[in-house]
């Protein structure tokens, strides 16, 4: 199984609400990243999870509140988001992180704020 | 710091066309390079990845081989057809502080029949 699953796929919510975003992954990985894309944009990097602790904030917003309840789930906890916080929402695992290994992606969670 | 550089197009090719998409790379170390494709609509898939010098990735008709005289990395394909049309990504083991991978800003292919 190389599947990394994100649920929702598609999310709106208003600039008041409060979301989380979940991903999955039983492929024994122990790292785990969240990225957000924008449109004809590469995905950036925004947290790293490495052995359920957090290893990098890449000077995210606190209204992105990452968590990892354990080494297979990752949740991504949103409040009070702007307008330009729409887009897509990857998750993303790989055995470790270093150089050399792969990333596997999730199809993303299309997130709009109105 | 490490980098990645692809051309950004777009490209657009006949079906059967010759594909190639050029990438070149800044690195202090040695890691190991990607190339991820990306269809409308969905998340990132690896296409193939190197680990070292000289070692050609291949899948799916794509190929890419590790220069390192050259600091590339370029994509290429025989012949493409309607369904590669995607966009893609290179990118390069960051490691440690840098995270896992550094991208390049991506190549938009669209194949015409």
């Known amino acids: 199984d190389t599947e990394v699953t994100q649920t929702p796929k598609h999310l709106v919510m208003g600039m008041t609400n409060k979301k989380s975003l979940k991903c999955e992954q039983h492929?024994?990985?122990?790292?785990m990243y969240w990225y957000k894309q924008k449109a004809k944009k590469p995905p950036e990097l925004m947290f790293v999870?490495?052995?359920?602790?957090?290893?990098i904030n890449e000077s995210v917003p606190s209204r992105f509140s990452p968590e990892c309840p354990n080494s297979s789930l990752l949740n991504l906890h949103l409040h009070a988001l702007q307008p330009e916080d729409s887009a897509l929402y990857l998750c993303?695992?790989?055995?470790?992180?270093?150089?050399?290994?792969?990333?596997?992606f999730g199809q993303g969670t299309r997130l709009t704020v109105v | 710091g490490d980098s990645v550089t692809q051309m950004e197009g777009p490209v657009t090719l006949s079906e059967e066309a010759f594909l190639t998409i050029n990438c070149t790379y800044t690195?202090?170390?040695?890691?190991?390079l990607f190339w991820y494709v990306q269809y409308p609509g969905e998340g990132l898939q690896l296409l193939l990845k190197?680990?070292?010098?000289?070692d050609k990735g291949s899948n799916k008709g794509f190929e890419a081989t590790y220069r390192k005289e050259t600091t590339s990395f370029h994509l290429e394909k025989g012949s493409v057809q309607v369904s590669d049309s995607a966009v893609y990504f290179c990118?390069?083991?960051?490691?440690?502080?840098?995270?896992?991978?550094?991208f390049g800003k991506g190549t938009k292919l669209s194949v015409k029949p």
């Open positions: 993303a695992s790989s055995q470790g992180v270093n150089s050399h290994t792969e990333a596997f």
């Open positions: 492929m024994g990985h122990r790292a």
């Open positions: 999870y490495s052995y359920e602790k957090l290893s």
């Open positions: 690195a202090t170390g040695y890691p190991s």
């Open positions: 190197a680990t070292k010098a000289d």
């Open positions: 990118a390069l083991g960051g490691g440690g502080s840098q995270g896992n991978l550094i």
